[in-house]
């Protein structure tokens, strides 16, 4: 049985322009790296032409890669950059995927019910959903690529830092300002719902 490779082996033979490294790189992160576009784009197109532009970029610019780090932190920045490209150059602002959320990463979002925050009955009503889903949309792109990688797709401080060349003391602080500039939101959210219209008709407020 032939021994798998490892990426930094299938890298070499790409840059060697080795079709059968390349096929096997597509084959696999490529699931990852059309996850985590769509995250990002919310849009089924546009994450599988992202999908395409990546790996061209795999191919035509695998030189790029310096070996500093792993590979998939590399392939990991050059998807989310692609995506937010995309995003901007159809200057449209779309929400991040969310199919569900950890009861433990929803209270570092929105506190707790001792800060007038009733998860239960937002959930219930679809509020919450919809309202964090317009928080991280509006999220300043710096702070939306930390908020994804870190709490919607969980790497770790160290691996968040290595896709996006930050320290860990910047992805810790840019993390905790995401988290504040979410709660805020959806605090503002909350109160407007209890205190306008409790028929549930309220729209999400954005961040300014």
Not at 23 to 38: C, D
């Amino acid at each position: 049985m032939a021994t798998e490779r490892t990426d930094t082996e299938l890298v070499k033979g790409i840059a060697l322009r080795d079709e059968s490294a390349f096929e096997e790189i597509v084959a696999r992160y490529g699931s990852k790296v059309l996850n985590l576009a769509l995250r990002i784009t919310r849009n089924q197109e546009d994450a599988e032409e992202i999908l395409q532009d990546v790996f061209i970029t795999v191919f035509t610019k695998v030189n790029s890669f310096e070996h500093k780090s792993q590979f998939s932190s590399w392939l990991y920045r050059v998807t989310m950059n692609s995506s937010f490209m995309k995003i901007r150059s159809r200057n449209r602002r779309r929400a991040v995927y969310l199919e569900e959320i950890e009861a433990s990463t929803k209270q570092n979002w929105v506190g707790n019910r001792t800060e007038m925050f009733d998860i239960d009955f937002m959930s219930s009503r679809h509020e919450l959903r919809e309202a964090i889903e317009t928080a991280i949309k509006d999220l300043p792109e710096d702070y939306r690529a930390i908020f994804i990688l870190r709490d919607i797709d969980g790497l770790s401080n160290e691996a968040v830092g290595k896709v996006l060349h930050l320290s860990v003391p910047a992805v810790k602080s840019r993390l905790h300002r995401s988290r504040l500039l979410m709660r805020q939101q959806l605090k503002k959210h909350y109160e407007g719902f209890v205190n306008g219209d409790e028929s549930g008709d309220i729209e999400p407020r954005h961040i300014v």
